[in-house]
Structures are given as structure tokens and as C-alpha cells.
């Protein structure tokens, strides 16, 4: 969807939608391909998409913005952009490039196991190195070849990825259901595997 197509009732009637059922919006999932940002004929294009987004989370109770934030090294000016539009409406960004967690940004962090693992990245490592800039967190495997399976039955060390998280300072977490065959099993075997993995620490 585009957030153009919620106007203002719509957003209101979302939230109380969303209250109604005793829920929590957890994120918004807004993907601009990495290359997007090296090309001058769609940069303006992205971060006009960009901030309309982050005003809609605004809207929605300033719920985290998972994304890919241009380079700070090789665009800063188009970095500084999108950080600065979100401080303005006080939107958290948790960015999911490579190396996220170990730039030098004042940016939040979004770890995915499944990209973690795309950049030889360990998820867990990737979850402590975060530290306190992570604002978000995804439930996700993958097996020796790189398809995607349930959490638990894959390459993902689900006792070491929970206990990284229970010391952070996020509350919840995504779980990915892309690509599944069937979701609601998958949602399923992805919470009691979680709940097998170990105790929950308080809050989660």
C-alpha cells in the first residue's frame, strides 16, 4: 500500500481498529531496493516515498519504520534526510543494510536472521553488537542451502538469538512469514519454538 491511500479517518480508524482487538502495531515494512539510492533519476522519487512514510507512522503511534537507509558514507546528504525527517515527528527507524550494526549512525538497527545470514552475518552477534539501537527484531530461518523454514529448523541458534534479545531493550518480535507455504503453521511451529528455546523474560 502507499500511505497516500490513508488519509487522516483512515489512520484514526485503523488505530481504534487496532485497540479494539488489543493489539500492537509492531512496524511498518518499507523496502526501497539499496540501489534506489545511487540513482539520480529516482532519488528525489525515494525520499519523497520516504518521509510520506514516516509520517504515516507518525500517525500510527509512532510505530518503527524497517528499512534500507542510504549509505552515510556515499549519500549523506540523502542519509541525513530521511534521519532528520524521522527525529522531526519522533518516528524510530530500524535500519536493515549490511553493516547497519556497526556503523557509526544515530540511527536504530532492524536485525533479520535471513539477511543476517545473506551478509555472513551471525544473527546473534548481530542482536549483541546492536545493543541498545536495536528497534527491531525478526524471527526467520533458513537451512544449509538457503531456503527458508520454519524458526528452529534451520541454521538460526534460537536459544543464543533469544537470550541476545532478552538483553536488549526491544519488547517484541516480527515473525516472517514470507515465502511460506502455509502461515498459519509456520506461525504456529515459529511459537513454540520460541517458547521451547527458553523461559520468556519479562515484557516479552
Not at 532492524?110 to 539477511?115: A, N, Q, T
Not at 542482536?127 to 530461518?141: C, P, Q, Y
Not at 533469544?162 to 512469514?177: E, I, M, N, R, T
Request: hydrophobic share 45%.
Amino acid at each position: 500500500m502507499r500511505p497516500s491511500e490513508l488519509g487522516e479517518s483512515a489512520r484514526r480508524d485503523l488505530l481504534a481498529c487496532v485497540r479494539r482487538g488489543n493489539q500492537v502495531l509492531s512496524g511498518i515494512d518499507f523496502w526501497i531496493p539499496l540501489p534506489a539510492w545511487s540513482d539520480t533519476a529516482v532519488q528525489q522519487r525515494a525520499v519523497d516515498a520516504t518521509r510520506a512514510t514516516i509520517e504515516l507512522a507518525a500517525d500510527l503511534e509512532r510505530c518503527p519504520v524497517s528499512l534500507l537507509l542510504p549509505d552515510p558514507e556515499r549519500h549523506p546528504e540523502l542519509h541525513e534526510a530521511v534521519r532528520r525527517h524521522a527525529e522531526r515527528f519522533a518516528v524510530p527507524l530500524a535500519d536493515h543494510t549490511p553493516g547497519a550494526t556497526d556503523a557509526a549512525s544515530a540511527s536504530g538497527v532492524g536485525v533479520d536472521p535471513v539477511g543476517a545470514f545473506a551478509g555472513g552475518v551471525d544473527p546473534v552477534e548481530a542482536v549483541s553488537r546492536a545493543g541498545d539501537r536495536l528497534v527491531s527484531a525478526r524471527l526467520a530461518d533458513l537451512d544449509e542451502v538457503g531456503q527458508r523454514v520454519h524458526a528452529g529448523q534451520g541454521r538460526l541458534d534460537l536459544v543464543g538469538y533469544k537470550v541476545a534479545l532478552s538483553l536488549s531493550p526491544l519488547q517484541q518480535l516480527v515473525v516472517d512469514l514470507h515465502h511460506m507455504s502455509d502461515p498459519v503453521a509456520a506461525l504456529q511451529a515459529a511459537a513454540g519454538a520460541w517458547d521451547a528455546a527458553g523461559p520468556t523474560t519479562p515484557g516479552w
